[in-house]
């Protein structure tokens, strides 16, 4: 009966085994293939991939206008974004800080006023809205007085895109954005 056990759990840990081994021995070379299927591409080289590589060449958002309420002192930002994927894509969030551009000054937050869908190769307009600080109205006062607009930057933007989080350290300059 013992004897019997013994096999039995041999047989069983073969077959669990067996299968893996043989998979690992075959992708031995190429690890990365076990969870990233070559279509998809690997995440330390995406550009790779038949899936993620972007349908035409990759523009960055072209900025539209803007806009500012004086009473809640909200501004929002619009800008025109094409999705260069043969994918679909959301943009289910996206948030970064607002800085003055000549005094590298921070005025606030900005973050994107709902989620948006784009089809494959479809240009959409994004818009993120936000609210000016109390040091940010001391500063146009001071530093931008008599001004009606100022440039500002967007840093460290973050960006959740159908659930792949990105990190953007570049500065998004805007032009022309108008202040109180």
Known sequence: MDRLRVALILVSIAIIVGPIAGTVLIYRDNLLGLVFPKEIGSPSNPSNSSILSPVSSYEPPQYIN????????????????TNPYPLALTVKSMSCNVECT?????????????????????????????????????????????AKTADVDLVGMTVDAGGVNLQLSNRQTVPNVPIP
């Open 66 to 81: 803007s806009t500012f309420d004086n009473v809640s002192r909200t501004f929002s930002i619009t800008f025109n974004f």
């Open 102 to 146: 000549a005094h590298h000054f921070g005025l606030g937050t900005a973050s994107l006023a709902s989620p948006v869908h784009m089809g494959s190769g479809q240009t959409v307009d994004v818009t993120m809205v936000g609210n000016w600080t109390e040091g940010a109205i001391n500063h146009f006062q001071t530093d931008h007085a008599g």
